[in-house]
């Protein structure tokens, strides 16, 4: 659990960098996903990696594409 936290915590530092408190969720969801996805298949393995319903695969999409997200801050940060 201390390894979470840890991560979590680092996580927090890049918030800055998302315009909506919501944006920034779904980019830590992604994160999550990421690190703990069992197979390489792009955002499905992160819907199947955090066991979401299939109606939240849209919506990882769309986080991808979300002008919300300053890049290049997030980038500096």
Not at 46 to 63: C, I, Q
Request: glycine share 4%.
């Amino acid at each position: 659990m201390i390894l979470w936290f840890t991560w979590w915590n680092t996580v927090l530092c890049l918030r800055p960098a998302f315009a909506r408190n919501r944006s920034f969720l779904w980019f830590a969801a992604a994160l999550a996903a990421f690190s703990t996805r069992g197979d390489l298949n792009g955002v499905t393995s992160f819907v199947r990696a955090l066991g979401l319903r299939k109606e939240f695969y849209d919506r990882f999409l769309d986080f991808f594409h979300s002008p919300s997200v300053d890049r290049p801050q997030l980038t500096a940060t």
